[in-house]
């Protein structure tokens, strides 16, 4: 067996164990603080909507990529002074292609722009290849993608809410969800990659990688806590800790092998290819899955501990539990009499259970005819004290 093996069979044993529910306040202050600084750099920053969202034209022309080539190109289309041209996007592609993306041209300035990129490339007109977007088009794709992220998170609640007939677990699925798009767009914010259509695909993706992790680690915490409050041995919370402890290193494992596929489609999309859809889905789906993982073990359990801990059932359950931890330590801490001399105070206090036992327990005898035992008339015989005792001779010197 592995050494991560060793330590998830140790784990799901409960011979060793993190607290993660105890901690639960310093997770959820780090995820404040990530939610926080995802949500200034959406509003302050705001997110690079690819030409797909706002409209454009886009060039490409096959030309020898250099380390200038960028400068170059992005040079030669503002000289062209074409109306409302702004501030062209130039990017390369695969070393063999150049891309320049510039806002919504008139009908002129388009024939304009490419003369300029086909003269920079040194090629005819004819093989610089133009496709013009409307806005609209991005528009109704926007519109779609949260229609579906609203479709989706309606029908994720109510169906953990009837697999576990708790709405609590519902709350606490949703929220680490809507945790998970918040920090995972905040980066792209923060970043200033595009936001592409195969972005809004990679981020609809992870949310259901990451209600996938959730829900394998709210089934094991059902079952820890199926009939907890008829027992006084454990706390819901407690509970809880041992299902994440025991579903931890499986959580690692699948995130560990969805990454790494994901990983190679990245460098990829980004080393080889440049840019493209493949770049903006897998770094969506990369980030989304390493945000999703960290959700499902350090913030929906400690959610749910937190919704079903205000249950009053779940209240009374704590005192007990606690009630009976305290008597076991007074217990434990008690003083025991006097000790015996020479032996321990626990050794001691073992003796005088024992002893106390044997005098209380009547013989057999005695209990079938239910009277008391009385001592024995038998004689004792003395010892000689003093005298010698004879011994006995071997047999080969006998009789002699």
Known sequence: MSKLGQIGAKLHRGDISYDFIGHRKFWFSLSAVLVIISLAGLFVRGLALGIEFKGGVEYEAKVK??????????DAVKATNAKDLGDPVVTTINNEKVRVQTKPLAQADIGTVRAAIAKEAGIPAEQ?????????????????????????????????????REPKASMAAIIALVHDVTITVGLYALIGFDVTPATVIGVLTILGYSLYDT?????????????ITGSNRYTYSDATNLAVNQTVVRSINTTVTALLPIGAILVVGTVVLGTGPLK???LA???????GAYSSIFIAPALLAVFKEREPGMQALNKRVSAKKAQLAAAAAAPVGVATAGAPAGAAARSAVQDSTRQDTPRKADRATGTAPTPSSRPMKAAAAGRPQPTRKPRSKRGK
């Not at 789906?285 to 945000?291: D, H, K, M, P, T």
């Open 280 to 282: 903006d889905l897998s």
């Open 128 to 164: 610089v290849t133009s496709q013009q977007i409307g806005a609209s088009w991005g528009q109704q794709i926007a519109n779609k993608a949260i229609m579906a992220l609203i479709v989706f998170l309606v029908l994720v609640f109510g169906v953990i809410w009837i697999y576990f």
């Open 215 to 227: 829900v394998v680690v709210f089934d094991k915490v059902r079952e820890n806590t199926r009939g």
């Open 285 to 291: 789906l990369f980030v989304g899955v390493a945000i």
């Open 65 to 74: 990529v250099t380390d200038s080539t960028v400068q170059d190109f992005g």
